[in-house]
């Protein structure tokens, strides 16, 4: 019977740079490592996986994965259970195909010299400040469930209180919810977001968003 290789323990953290970049530019490099949005839930709600990932290993490596199911392809969830607290990726070396393809629009320009480092990181640092202003609206309205992506959050918030009788006070912090989360979803579509003219090959298409 042919031995059977031990199966590769969960990688610590600190294993390669921020999440996305290809190859590590230090700026880029600390840029992503500050951000995190397109892991952590803010900008997608999932990644799906592309012929040519490797599903058993990154299932070894703790990734949540979703099989496949007829036309679905492999997928997990974000925020990312290979996020690092330091704004690394833990599976770096075998991160999927659409985390090494995906690069904001806003490295992308850094990347190219039209945005400056330091302006990229202040913009990535205020898109940072709305994020966490939805996350403590959220918890505001009884939403703690901090392992989902906050599209989902944010609708699954919307369905409850829409269903039901909101007292005024809940009405009005939803009010301020509903605002954070429009201006959030500008801010990302502005800078965040990659425009479909420019990914040919359809680099946002295996990462789902909401709204
Ligand atoms: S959203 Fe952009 S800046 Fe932020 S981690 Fe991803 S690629 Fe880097
Ligand atoms: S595997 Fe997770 S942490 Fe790593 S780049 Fe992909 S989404 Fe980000």
């Known amino acids: 019977m042919k031995p059977r290789r031990p199966a590769p323990a969960t990688p610590p953290c ?20 500050a951000c995190g949005m397109c892991c952590d839930g803010t900008l997608f709600d999932l990644v799906r996986l592309e012929p040519g990932d490797d599903a058993r290993r990154l ?21 990312c ?3 690092c607290a330091d704004g690394s990726c833990r ?5 999927p195909g659409q985390c090494r393809a ?8 850094a990347k190219a010299g039209r945005v400056s480092f330091p302006a990229a990181a202040r913009r990535v640092t205020a898109a940072k400040r709305r994020a966490n202003q939805v996350r403590r609206l959220l918890r505001a309205l009884g939403d ?13 918030t919307s369905e409850r209180l829409e269903a039901g009788t909101a007292d005024p006070a809940a009405s009005a912090i939803y009010a301020d919810l509903s605002l954070a989360m429009h201006r959030l979803k500008l801010e990302a ?4 977001h990659t425009p479909p003219a420019a990914t ?12």
């Open 200 to 211: 040919p090959e359809s680099r946002v298409a295996g990462k789902l968003r909401r709204g």
């Open 189 to 192: 579509h502005a800078h965040f």
């Open 59 to 79: 299932a070894r490596l703790g990734l949540p994965l979703a099989a496949a199911r007829g036309r679905q392809a492999a997928r997990f969830p974000q925020p």
């Open 14 to 33: 600190q294993t390669g740079p921020g999440p996305r970049i290809v190859p590590p530019v230090k700026p880029a490099e600390d840029l992503c490592r």
């Open 102 to 109: 995906f690069e904001c629009r806003l490295l992308q320009e």
């Open 144 to 156: 703690h469930d901090e392992q989902r992506a906050l599209g989902e959050r944010f609708h699954r």
């Open 81 to 83: 259970a290979a996020l």
């Open 91 to 95: 599976v770096y070396a075998d991160r």
